[in-house]
């Protein structure tokens, strides 16, 4: 696990241009899988490129 960049909702939504409303509902979804640290979210950087590649295409 060493390495893996971890990104906040705000971050990805600034990333993906939608608002953090949006990043939540795909975490509750479980289009994008997350982490819980405490009482915040976090997202791997490579889920956020994967999801980006498989909905965007990117």
Do not use: Q
Request: net charge positive; proline share 2%; no cysteine.
């Amino acid at each position: 696990m060493l390495g893996v960049k971890y990104m906040t909702a705000s971050e990805i939504a600034t990333a993906m241009r939608v608002s953090k409303m949006t990043v939540y509902r795909l975490i509750h979804s479980g289009e994008l899988p997350a982490t819980r640290f405490g009482r915040s979210f976090r997202v791997a950087e490579d889920a956020v490129i994967d999801y980006l590649k498989a909905h965007m295409g990117i």
